[in-house]
């Protein structure tokens, strides 16, 4: 079972509007929470990572928010513009000692923002 | 500035020929070096983890391996290819010694079709 769960699967807002994406996990023990954002054909790239202590952190208009309570997650884009377009990735490390297999992938949620 | 570099961005393969994808990391020294796969629908995978020259980690059983000739050059490879090694292949770095917090840097990703 995927220790790391992305919803919606996908989405498609209007240029302009607001939207905000989910992360539930179960990694533990828990050590920081990565959100990156992918184009299409191109590799991940990151927007925003957050350690136990962090409630929120924001890069421009992405805001991440983190509670370590309930193991959740969100990405919030403000006044979404054409070049939201992609997936994101939502990352979840493990307070691992070992690097081998700490990062625990969730399926990603495609945006669409139409014009 | 770091950039990462990785080719070809397509490939085409027949099914039991040779696979040699490469990875180089400009910037940097002595970097962690990664090799992911991501099937459509699904989080990255990751293949294999090095965090120095000729030392390799591996966990995913398969018909690929890798390897790590200089510091800042990563080799994924395959002596006969499978239909089931199609797919998204990416390679990342991260800074050594950074701790959990270090975000993965990846290179643009290679499309690798085995007919």
């Known amino acids: 079972k995927n220790q790391v769960e992305q919803s919606p699967q996908s989405l498609i807002i209007l240029e302009g509007k607001n939207c905000t994406l989910q992360?539930?996990?179960?990694?533990?023990?828990?050590?920081?929470l990565r959100w990156y954002k992918q184009d299409t054909g191109r590799g991940p790239v990151s927007l925003t990572i957050?350690?136990?202590?962090?409630n929120t952190k924001s890069n421009g208009r992405y805001t991440a928010t983190l509670d370590a309570d309930t193991k959740q997650s969100s990405l919030h884009i403000t006044a979404s513009q054409l070049s939201d377009s992609a997936s994101y990735i939502c990352v979840v490390s493990a307070g691992l000692t070992d690097s081998w297999g700490k990062l625990q992938f969730g399926a990603g949620t495609q945006v669409v923002v139409t014009p | 500035s770091q950039t990462i570099h990785q080719w070809p961005a397509t490939l085409v393969q027949p099914v039991g020929s040779p696979l040699s994808l490469e990875c180089t990391v400009e910037?940097?020294?002595?970097?962690?070096l990664y090799w992911y796969r991501q099937a459509a629908g699904r989080g990255l995978q990751l293949l294999f983890y090095s965090v120095g020259i000729g030392q390799i980690s591996s966990e995913v059983p398969q018909n690929l391996s890798a390897s790590r000739p200089q510091d800042r050059q990563f080799i994924l490879s395959s002596k006969k290819l499978l239909l089931s090694d199609s797919g998204f292949y990416l390679c990342a770095w991260s800074v050594r010694d950074r701790g959990d917090n270090s975000p993965l840097h990846f290179g643009n990703g290679t499309r690798l079709t085995v007919t």
């Open positions: 957050m350690t136990f202590s962090e």
């Open positions: 910037g940097t020294s002595n970097p962690n």
């Open positions: 992360c539930n996990y179960t990694v533990s023990p828990f050590s920081n």
